[in-house]
């Protein structure tokens, strides 16, 4: 507790957006996407830091712009979105590289969070499909949630796979619980 309360979150917590396409994560509307879900993560008190590639693109914006907060967003186009991306490389190619692979079509959204036990890590779980599934409707979820539509989704051609020690402990504590019962 001292180190979560004093120094940093010790958990984390990755989702790993994947497209068969490569170059996705260079497009705007993909990066939004990016975008709103770490927004709705720094929404969550259980969410100590997230970050993602929008969050670089972001930062450079304002930069290129004679740091006005105004440009605090996405490019609006694919092509200046590639160029800053290249010139992120240049600059700082393994902080880019944490967070969308070489191919740009796999991004990860890094965070950390608190310890919040197992049975409160369902629930956020829950809300986080919930939200996972808003933001890529159609999206192949990893683990896939319940249908409760019985409508098929448009197929939105990514998959998300949540990972990280905090995903792979609760699996853990599951499992044992389980086991024992």
């Not at 609006?76 to 944490?98: G, I, K, M, N, P």
């Not at 990972?163 to 599951?174: E, I, N, Y």
């Amino acid at each position: 507790r001292f180190v979560q309360d004093n120094i940093v979150a010790p958990f984390g917590y990755e989702i790993l957006v994947e497209s068969p396409d490569l170059d996705t994560f260079k497009e705007p509307e993909r990066l939004r996407q990016i975008d709103s879900l770490a927004a709705y993560l720094r929404t969550r008190p259980e969410v100590s830091r997230v970050a993602s590639v929008a969050d670089l693109l972001k930062q450079l914006n304002v930069a290129m712009h004679a740091d006005s907060s105004a440009f605090y967003r996405i490019p609006e186009s694919r092509d200046l979105a590639a160029q800053y991306l290249f010139l992120l490389e240049l600059t700082d190619e393994d902080a880019v590289r944490r967070l969308v692979d070489y191919d740009y079509a796999e991004a990860r959204v890094a965070i950390l969070m608190d310890d919040i036990g197992s049975a409160h890590m369902k629930g956020f779980q829950a809300d986080l499909d919930s939200a996972l599934a808003a933001l890529f409707p159609g999206a192949n979820l990893d683990p896939p949630p319940p249908d409760t539509t019985g409508v098929a989704a448009p197929v939105e051609r990514v998959t998300i796979t949540q990972t990280g020690t905090v995903v792979l402990g609760a699996r853990q504590d599951d499992s044992i619980v389980t086991d024992l019962l």
